[in-house]
């Protein structure tokens, strides 16, 4: 299965709570009212978060433990997982 969620869908939060999953802070850069934060998920992925610069959590120091959740279910698009490509010779 393969969730694809907009980056302003996401928030960082400072502490763990259902349906919030660990990540580690690469960067976090102001554009205009917003904040583009770059995190690392526990699997390698690497996810953008847009935020409201009123609700961000604390920025901690890059490589600190964050905490991403979703803001909005409805707004999730799933996919089959793709097939697995056979290994080349």
Do not use: D, H
């Not at 953008?48 to 707004?75: D, F, M, Q």
């Not at 996919?79 to 490509?85: G, L, N, R």
């Amino acid at each position: 299965m393969v969730v694809s969620a907009r980056p302003e869908n996401l928030r960082l939060y400072p502490a763990p709570a259902p349906g919030r999953w660990p990540v580690e802070l690469r960067i976090r850069m102001p554009v205009g009212a917003q904040t583009v934060s770059e995190v690392g998920t526990a699997a390698g992925e690497s996810l953008k978060v847009t935020e409201p610069r009123e609700s961000l959590a604390p920025p901690g120091e890059a490589g600190g433990t964050l905490y991403c959740g979703i803001v909005t279910a409805s707004a999730v698009s799933l996919f089959p997982a793709p097939a697995s490509e056979p290994a080349r010779p």
